[in-house]
Structures are given as C-alpha cells and as structure tokens.
C-alpha cells in the first residue's frame, strides 16, 4: 500500500527558508509517476505550487517560482521542496502527491 508522508513544516520569519519533504513509502521507485507540491491556505482552495512530471519536467506556480525548488531522490524515495524568500502569503498546509496518493499535509507558518 502506497503512503505518502510529510515533514519539515514549521514556523519562520518572512525572508527565511524553510524545506518540508515528502517519503513514499509501499513502491520500489518513484519514476513513472507525476508528483508535486500543493498548498492551502486558511479560507482558500488548494492551489498547485509545483509539480513534476515523469520525465522530472517541472512546472512550479508563478507565485513560487524563483524563490522554491522541488528536488527528488529517488535513492530514498523523497522528494523535498526548498523554500526561500518566505512571504506571509506563502503560509499554509503543505501536501505533497504521488500520482494519485496524497499525504496528510504539514504545516508552514510564515509570520511578518
């Protein structure tokens, strides 16, 4: 059974970094599959913040990009998303996604 798990929520200071990561557990390798980054925000609808497909082409939000980089090892089944220039809109619950499996979020605080 396939289960997705993240970490590395937290909260920090505008400006500043911060990096949650994501295991997959119950497959032997996490080529084949679309996986990315969504957030949600309080009182907003989960957005996409990156994805990546297959063939590791990325497409991050325009909100994100230049500030978050996704990266994936697949030597550990994980796929971390670095996060710098943290802004307070940037606040949320953190969910990543293997193909269709998705875990249960974490949360980044990102306080002015």
């Known amino acids: 059974q396939v289960r997705v798990m993240e970490s590395g929520g937290g909260s920090v200071q505008a400006g500043g970094s911060l990096t949650v990561s994501c295991y997959v557990s119950?497959?032997?390798?996490?080529?084949?599959?679309?996986m990315g980054w969504y957030r949600q925000a309080p009182g907003r609808q989960r957005e996409r913040v990156v994805s990546?497909?297959?063939?590791?082409?990325?497409d991050y939000a325009g909100s994100v990009k230049g500030r978050f980089t996704i990266r994936r090892d697949n030597r550990w089944n994980t796929l971390d998303l670095q996060m710098h220039s943290l802004k307070s809109e940037d606040t949320g619950v953190y969910y990543c996604f293997w193909g269709s499996a998705w875990g249960q979020g974490t949360q980044v605080i990102v306080s002015s």
């Open positions: 119950g497959t032997s390798s996490l080529s084949g599959r679309a």
């Open positions: 990546m497909t297959s063939e590791d082409l990325t």
